[in-house]
């Protein structure tokens, strides 16, 4: 069966300082993937999706950045973190099938300071 | 992606049917409905979709009409660990490959 993987849970970094979450899949080859955010008391953002190894969609001007370096990792990453970087950041995979659902792991909450 | 509406909060006694509804009247032929729900502090978990047939689950059954402008989302017997935020998403195959638009979802609460 599939897995996804997102580490670390829970991250406090002070303000100017960069950023590296990763997400690995499991038990799947050529998945889509996706980084969401959710700020706090609102609704989930997509913030980059990617369909192969390098190649990476921005759906919001910000100052993250994704990267794809093999086909199931996924990475999201800042040189310069800012308050409003705050937030819940989501990792999700889906098959590459047109009625494929998005399967979501457990999160990684970003505390800025 | 056509838009959801959805009550902001519902709820529901531990035991009995939980049915949740949403309306997606601009839905076009091609887009199909979903429905995830997030229990605090996790990741949206996916419950079910569709296109025009009901379908069921082993999680939930989804009701949609034969115009397909609204569904509802029916858990059997709703249990205390059902408490979470239900989101009802129509979602097209487009260039975002797929991509899920979370809209605010319903707060369900299931009280014993």
């Known amino acids: 069966s599939q897995t996804i993987h997102q580490w670390p849970a829970t991250l406090v970094q002070p303000v100017g300082s960069p950023l590296s979450l990763e997400c690995t899949v499991e038990g799947t080859s050529n998945p889509n993937l996706y980084w969401y955010r959710q700020a706090a008391g609102r609704g989930l953002q997509l913030l980059f999706y990617?369909?192969?190894?390098?190649?990476i969609s921005s759906e919001v001007p910000q100052n993250l950045s994704a990267s794809r370096p093999q086909d199931r990792q996924f990475i999201l990453s800042s040189k310069k973190l800012l308050l409003s970087d705050s937030g819940f950041y989501l990792c999700?995979?889906?098959?590459?099938?047109?009625?494929?659902?998005?399967?979501f792991g457990n999160g990684t909450r970003l505390t800025v300071t | 992606d056509a838009k959801t509406t959805q009550p902001p909060s519902m709820d529901c006694a531990e035991g009995r049917a939980a049915n949740l509804p949403c309306n997606h009247s601009?839905?076009?032929?091609?887009?199909?409905v979903y429905w995830y729900r997030q229990i605090h502090s996790q990741g949206p978990q996916y419950i079910i979709h569709?296109?025009?047939n009901n379908e069921t689950n082993e999680m939930a059954s989804l009701i949609i009409t034969e115009d397909r402008k609204s569904s509802t989302l029916i858990l059997p017997h709703a249990t205390l660990r059902d408490t979470a935020v239900y989101y009802c998403i129509v979602r097209v195959w487009g260039t975002s490959y797929g991509k899920l638009t979370f809209g605010q979802g319903t707060i369900l609460t299931v009280h014993p």
């Open positions: 990617s369909v192969g190894i390098g190649q």
């Open positions: 569709g296109l025009k």
């Open positions: 601009t839905i076009s032929g091609n887009e199909y």
């Open positions: 999700a995979w889906s098959a590459d099938r047109r009625n494929s659902p998005l399967h």
